[in-house]
């Protein structure tokens, strides 16, 4: 399974989102801080999800690093992350 696929097994998981997209953006990226060969380092995600309800967006970015802490580790280099709740445009 490729970071991509993994990241969105655990935000759907864990968040339960009614909207999800990942974007893997690495391409525009190349030759820059944490890029690498092949990618898999810079990705735009945006998700709605009735949990992020009542919180910040401190702290629903907070919740999204915490999922994907291990994809983190293991050499994602940049999420541009875009979080709402499901009433939210």
Do not use: C, W
Request: hydrophobic share 40%; charged share 30%.
């Amino acid at each position: 399974m490729n970071i991509k696929d993994r990241m969105m097994a655990k935000l759907e998981a864990g968040l339960a989102p009614t909207r999800i997209e990942i974007e893997d953006e690495s391409h525009l990226h190349a030759g820059h801080a944490g890029a690498r060969e092949g990618g898999e380092t810079h990705y735009r995600i945006k998700v709605a999800s009735p949990r992020f309800s009542g919180k910040g967006r401190i702290e629903r970015h907070r919740m999204v690093y915490a999922l994907l802490a291990e994809e983190i580790a293991l050499g994602v280099h940049a999420l541009a992350l875009q979080t709402k709740t499901p009433d939210e445009p």
